[in-house]
Every structure is written in C-alpha cells, then in structure tokens.
C-alpha cells in the first residue's frame, strides 16, 4: 500500500474520453509544478451498466467505487471525478483533497435540427437519464416525451445523430472541455433548468491519510468555487440527494455574498417543483455548509420530501 510520496504520482481514472481529459488536465498542472504524473485507466461499473438508469442500479457511485479501490490497494495515489458524480458522503478513509476552478455549470440543448427547448414540435423526444433534468425539461414543457439516455459523452451524440431523439441536454462543461462547443444550439439560463450540485467541477480524491498529497494538492483548489460547491452538496446531502432524487443546486457570488438556489422535483406530480433561495456571507466551509442547511429547510418548509 501506498503511503508516502513516490517519484510518480498515479491518477486512476476512467476511460471515456472526457474522464481522461479530466485526468490529464490534472497531470499536466501537477506536471507544471515538477512532478512526474501517470494515468491508470480503468472501466467501472457504471460505465458497463447501460441498459438501466443510474438511479435504477446503484447511483453515480458506480461511477468512483472502481477507482477508489484502486486508491485502497494502492495502485493509484489520486483520483479525478467529475464533482456532480461524487457521493455527498464519501466512505469511511477517504476524502475531497481539493476542488478546482469551475467551468460552465449550465445545462446545453443539443439538436441537429432545432435551435433551442421552445422550437421543437410538440411531443419531441428528447434524451436524458438525468431525473432533474427530466422534471425541470417537464416544468417547460410539459408536452414532450423525455426519454432515458445512457453512456459516455460521444455515444449519446451519436445517438442524437441517429435520429433517435430529436435533441439532448448535457452538460454544457463536458462539450467544451472535448472541443465540442459548437454542438450547443442553446444553453439554459439558470432560471430555466437550474444545475446539478458540483455541476462543472472537478474533484480530487485521496485516501484521508495521505497528508502528503493532501498538501502536495492543495495549490490546485480554488477557494470560490470549493465554497459554492460545498454549499451546493450540503442541500443535497441534507435532502438525501442522489442520481434517485430530481434535486437542483447551484451556487454564485455576487456582491461578496454566496446566492444559493435550489429546485426540487416531484416525480408523483408532474410539473410540481419547489424553488428556494438564501443569500449570505461565507468565509469558509462551515458557513457554507451552514448555507446549504438553510436551503434544504426552505424546500422542506415549501414541500420538498427528504429522501428515505
């Protein structure tokens, strides 16, 4: 088992191409402070499972479970997530090392044929196995048929290029981070489809007693970003949130302040959301944990439902 720094740091990562440029990303700025960095590429179970919807067989874990083994046993030192697919409570012996600067956090329509949401035809069917974005795309409109989509970025534009859907939403960072931007026809504004807590973030991994790489890692984080996301998981953590739950967080500064926005969907009611806001100081983790207490309760208060 791995314990103390080695001439070179290894990254497990999976092997899409957009977790790869994840990774890679983080080698090259750790390459840029003089260390020497490798990749372990591996294939998780979520990435096998594509027949079923996440919240269906297990949850975004899937996705990090394969990777943090392989921290466990020591084939890796770090691990690179996308933050949206990292559980809110990690297991016992590992922890977030850092959280770098964020991309865009919004939502993009893709379509080869329609310029935005507004401009498909009624009963348009439009891919995602995202539950949020399932109930908030319902909010808008309520005529089309919202159908599941799975895999890696590249097949589920293939697949809209097929034909099957006559549009998807993704996240707007992932097609950036690939080239891709010019496959977005529109882009949501946050009052329109608000985004998934960590959306455009990146998290790094570590075994919780790794000291070593926790202070070797602490000049990538970017302390506003850290905030608002840690704002933004709180009201998911205090909700139960998961991929199982259409649950929206999102966190901005604005006037030295933490605006923090929350959506909740009702499955049983289609169309039924439930909308919180709080503004406030925040000087660290506490106080923005304190934050996303405070939203959570705004949404149990307008009828939101914990999970479990």
Not at 32 to 54: A, K, N, P
């Amino acid at each position: 088992m791995r314990s103390s720094p080695s001439s070179t740091i290894v990254i497990a990562t999976r092997e899409s191409r957009l977790a790869l440029w994840q990774a890679e990303h983080v080698q090259a700025l750790l390459a840029q402070r003089g260390h020497s960095v490798e990749l372990l590429g591996m294939t998780t179970r979520g990435d096998q499972i594509l027949d079923r919807s996440l919240s269906k067989v297990g949850g975004k874990g899937l996705f990090v479970k394969e990777l943090e083994a392989a921290l466990e046993d020591g084939r890796a030192d770090i691990a690179v997530h996308s933050l949206k697919d990292v559980p809110m409570d990690l297991p016992y012996g590992f922890v977030l090392a850092c959280v770098l600067e964020r991309e865009d956090p919004r939502d993009a329509f893709v379509s080869p044929h329609y310029a935005s949401l507004d401009a498909l035809p009624q009963g348009a069917v439009v891919g995602t196995s995202s539950l949020r974005r399932s109930v908030l795309l319902k909010a808008l409109r309520p005529d089309l048929d919202i159908q599941p989509l799975r895999g890696n970025l590249d097949t589920r534009l293939r697949k809209l290029d097929e034909g099957q859907f006559a549009a998807i939403v993704l996240a707007a960072a992932g097609l950036k981070r690939l080239g891709l931007a010019d496959r977005i026809r529109d882009v949501f504004t946050q009052d329109r489809m608000l985004p998934a807590a960590g959306q455009g973030a990146l998290g790094i991994e570590v075994r919780s007693d790794r000291a070593d790489l926790l202070a070797l890692l602490a000049p990538l984080a970017h302390q506003q970003t850290t905030l608002a996301t840690a704002a933004e998981r709180a009201v998911s953590r205090a909700m139960g949130g998961s991929c199982s739950m259409p649950l929206a967080a999102h966190a901005h500064w604005a006037d030295g302040a933490l605006q923090l926005r929350a959506a909740w969907g009702d499955q049983d009611r289609e169309g039924a959301l439930v909308r919180a806001e709080v503004a406030g100081p925040v000087d660290g983790p506490a106080a923005a944990e304190a934050l996303g207490l405070r939203v959570a309760e705004a949404l149990q208060a307008g009828g939101a439902r914990k999970a479990g």
